[in-house]
């Protein structure tokens, strides 16, 4: 509730309305890819704070990052199209692909480590195994051959971020294999250690290559392959439901054009309303500022708690910014069976308060994380857990650090 920017959205909304009769229009059916004002206001912002000047033809409001990736998925990609992920990913983007007909035992899973994605292994992969080049044309219906989902700043569940390098190697083999790379941008505006920026985000290394394009063969003939998908859920409010995607204008124009966001006009238009006013106001400045100190001084705890208390065996990724700690605990055992044993209940073993896991006796606890196996469709991971120190204050995360720990001692040694 603290974390609630309940003021600056009251203040935005008393404004919003005070001004009724000038934004009677937020009432009626808008644009399909969201109100000037909205794409005007966002792309200022979004200026400021990389650094780098966004134009209003690349962007367009989206209901949330979650639809707009369904969207995505249905104007983008056939039946035929491969999908590609990070491994370990977000479990939901497996779940609303699999929801589109894609068999998880034919995603091209490629791995990752603390630089991100394993943009060799991915090379190696798409020259081995697959023949597609190119095969489809530069027009308004265009399809991908190929979809890489994935998170290259501060990722879900790692916290890792793909460093420049990869990045760069990234965009070429996209426009070498054709390969449409959605990547959820949702993180990279909370960052906690300015001492260490994060790279480019990919889109805007995309936007450079497509104007390079147009410099030196006159006509940009690539709808780019790129598309940074965002939401205000971690920078303002979940509850608002709504956010934004960055991408080429040709591509822009063509999400224009679907169903989907000509169907009702544009996607949850009183509220990009309302947060047109909350930008306006400096309402969303002032609570991501706040969001940053908050969520920093949360992260450095529930780690340097983690790192003095856990035992050596066991490795503690600390982030620069984003949601996630990642724990990797010895091979051999499992955070999922863990996670069931220290929340048991009832009658267990022949020790009160106390329940078997692989022979020895887990102290049962109230505590929850989210076993490695729910970021993968692969076997790896068993090992692996995620925690987020975003939604609990400082005091009810290092209670929770202090179960985890005794939990974890208990299994590993």
Known sequence: KSLMPIDVMAKASAEFWENADSNYTYLQYGPAIGALDYLDELAKFLSAEYSTNISVDCLALTSGASQSFSNILSLFT??????????PTYFLALQVLQDHGFACNKFINVPTDSNGLDVDYLEYALTKNYSQKN?????????FDYLLYFVPIFSNPTGHTTNLQRLEKLLVLARTF?????????YPLLLYDESTPTPPRLITLDHAANCQSLTTTSVNTSFGNVISNNSFSKILSPGLRIGWIEASPHLIAHLSRSGLMNSGGAANHIVSGLVVTCIRQGGLHTHLDKLRRVYAAR???LCDYLDAHLPACVRVDRPKGGFFVWITIPE??????????CNSSGNVADVRNHILYRDRRLTIQKMSFAPGNY?????????C??????????DALLVGAQRLCQVLKEAVL
């Open 78 to 87: 056939t039946a035929e199209t491969k999908i590609i992920v990070e491994d």
């Open 332 to 341: 051999g055992h499992n955070t999922l069976e863990i996670l069931n044993a």
């Open 178 to 186: 054709n390969i449409l790379v959605v990547c959820d941008d949702i």
């Open 385 to 394: 857990l995620r925690l987020s120190f975003a939604f609990y204050e400082t």
């Open 135 to 143: 095969t489809n044309s530069h027009n308004d219906a265009k399809k």
């Open 375 to 383: 970021f993968t469709t692969t076997t790896q991971f068993t090992n």
């Open 299 to 301: 992260m450095q705890a």
